[in-house]
């Protein structure tokens, strides 16, 4: 970005004040966190959630993640251990061991739908209380070049802002 190759970066966590370059936050939206598990563990888990998750099998994102600390709160404050069977940086690939049953997994709210079609899971319960953000960082303090705005625009109508 600071050698203007890329004009926007599309992320779920604003731009670290430790990098030396002068970029900008522009919130897209955010939304709500949901588990989901293949039909099986779902079933299994969702009588009594969130109590039911303590001990359950989890796939995670890795722990340098926004996502993963935001769900490392959510379990500590509801006192859950989750059994942790493998972490990801590649959300797709953590959906596809999700959809073999390997383990429960979260996905933002938004694409609920998307995930539930493309990975055959079902829905274990949402958690109200966590809540995902979405930022466009750009070296711009207001967003200029027609494909970034036609993506911003298009994320905070989906997201809402």
């Given at each position: ?76 404050g509801k006192n859950i251990v ?80």
């Amino acid at each position: 970005m600071a050698l203007h190759d890329v004009d926007v970066v599309l992320t779920d966590s604003p731009i670290d004040p430790a990098f030396n370059v002068n970029a900008f936050n522009h919130l897209l939206g955010e939304c709500g966190m949901i588990l989901f598990g293949a039909p099986k563990l779902a079933a299994q888990y969702r009588r009594g959630f969130p109590r039911s998750l303590d001990g359950a099998p989890f796939l995670m994102p890795t722990r340098n993640t926004t996502a993963r600390r935001l769900l490392d709160q959510w379990f500590d404050g509801k006192n859950i251990v989750p059994r942790i069977i493998a972490e990801f940086e590649d959300s797709a690939l953590l959906k596809v061991f999700g959809q073999r049953g390997l383990g429960l997994f979260f996905a933002p709210s938004v694409i609920a739908a998307e995930v539930q079609t493309q990975y055959r899971v079902n829905i274990v319960g949402s958690l109200g209380d966590v809540i995902e953000r979405f930022y466009a960082i750009s070296l711009d303090r207001k967003l200029k070049h027609p494909a970034v705005v036609a993506i911003s625009e298009a994320a905070k109508a989906r997201l809402g802002d």
